[in-house]
């Protein structure tokens, strides 16, 4: 399966400091690489990453398509100003907006009624881990996520696992943890969808990823990319990130 990098630039970059970092990135050859940018920037930056082969997307999105929800963004919207893609369930949305697994739920089944690519993350919190519940706490936020969706078949969905305990931390964990527990999500989307499915879905890891330590987790067998967060702000970084990724 071929590997695939999406950087998360959060709550960072003016249009001008997002132009310039573009500015900076080679063409890509492989079109698995994307940015997950504000919602300021998607307009600007979406015809430049278009001429780089690169897609950009949003970080999240309502879960109505429209109505009267100020300060809401829809999957229409994003559509409409060039997003590819949009991130759900980001553990700062979970943790610390509030988002719900129902609310991403909602938002999940908004993506694909809108044939929106979506990056659905799922993670478990230091008190999760240590109390030895990562994996029901997994199996939860994922089959709750997709609980709408079991008879479409999501073909643009890609999960990335991110523990919370190893996000903007020291902690990243080890290319081996991350791998069992990938192989053992892989093992529920097949549980919900088929093994077919599974095999072919994409599974990222973001938690404290950096070029130097990128390359140790593309090796495993189940980690088929990366969610780079403050890694990815630094455009020549980035390069080495995406050249890592076409290197396969």
Request: proline residues 2%; hydrophobic residues 35%.
């Amino acid at each position: 399966m071929k590997k695939h990098l999406y950087a998360n630039w959060k709550m960072y970059k003016t249009r001008s400091e997002a132009q310039c970092f573009l500015g900076e990135l080679d063409c890509v050859v492989d079109k698995s690489i994307g940015i997950g940018a504000g919602f300021t920037l998607l307009s600007d930056i979406s015809m430049h990453s278009k001429s780089l082969g690169i897609k950009i997307g949003a970080q999240t999105m309502s879960e109505h398509l429209e109505g009267a929800f100020t300060g809401e963004v829809s999957a229409k919207q994003l559509k409409d100003v060039g997003a590819d893609f949009v991130i759900l369930g980001h553990s700062e949305r979970r943790y610390l907006i509030g988002e719900t697994n129902e609310v991403i739920s909602k938002k999940v089944e908004s993506a694909i009624g809108q044939e929106m690519s979506f990056i659905l993350c799922i993670g478990e919190n230091i008190e999760q881990r240590e109390g030895g519940y990562t994996k029901s706490v997994l199996k939860k936020q994922l089959t709750t996520a997709l609980c709408g969706t079991i008879d479409k078949y999501p073909s643009s969905m890609i999960i990335a696992y991110e523990p919370v305990w190893a996000i903007g931390t020291n902690n990243s964990a080890t290319p081996h943890i991350v791998n069992d527990i990938n192989s053992y999500i892989r093992e529920e989307v097949g549980e919900l969808y088929n093994k077919e499915y599974a095999k072919q879905l994409p599974i990222l890891y973001g938690g404290s990823v950096k070029l130097d330590n990128l390359e140790s987790f593309l090796s495993q067998s189940h980690i088929d990319g990366a969610l780079v967060g403050s890694a990815s702000l630094i455009a020549k970084d980035f390069n080495k990130m995406i050249q890592m990724i076409e290197r396969g």
